[in-house]
């Protein structure tokens, strides 16, 4: 029996320059590897204190920010699928986080807004985000973090465009 390896059309590095791709080089899973990191570093603040999830998170701060939203609106805020904000709505609502309300002049359309106790958990999770932003920046020069926010946001606005046009393999 070969063993892993030993074949010579085992899996190899490629030799062909076009061929290869270096994961650890490669932006879109670099950008993925440093927003699970430090999303995961972070979500200790509001899952081991409130047991909340990264959803639920989402939705207080916008709504801690905005006041009163819709879910579409807090879906388009949050870049949160709407079926995830209702989960999560629901959620905060049965824990008496946030409440709805029917809005002024248009009854089918129900605003959201934090309780008082969704209130005070967003105050203490503003001011651990805040904390945690700036570790996360007191590792980086002040005008290499502007420089990188500047990229961060040209990426997402960029995202946010129609796809380019595919090429065909081997074509340049």
Do not use: C
Request: charge should be neutral; proline fraction near 3%.
């Amino acid at each position: 029996m070969e063993k892993v390896g030993e074949n010579s059309d085992a899996v190899k590095p490629s030799t062909h320059p076009k061929a290869a791709l270096i994961l650890h080089d490669f932006v879109p899973f670099l950008l993925n590897e440093a927003a699970e990191t430090v999303a995961k570093r972070f979500s200790s603040f509001y899952v081991d204190r409130y047991s909340m999830t990264r959803s639920q998170w989402r939705v207080m701060a916008n709504l801690g920010r905005f006041g009163k939203l819709t879910a579409t609106e807090i879906s388009h805020h949050g870049r949160l699928e709407k079926s995830v904000v209702s989960r999560a709505v629901f959620a905060m609502e049965k824990r008496g986080w946030l409440t709805r309300h029917a809005k002024a002049g248009d009854r089918r359309v129900e605003l959201l807004s934090l309780t008082g106790d969704g209130q005070e958990i967003y105050m203490v999770l503003v001011h651990e985000a805040k904390a945690f932003d700036d570790e996360l920046r007191s590792f980086i020069e002040t005008a290499q973090v502007e420089g990188f926010v500047a990229v961060l946001r040209r990426l997402n606005d960029e995202a946010e465009l129609p796809a380019p046009p595919r090429t065909e393999t081997g074509n340049s």
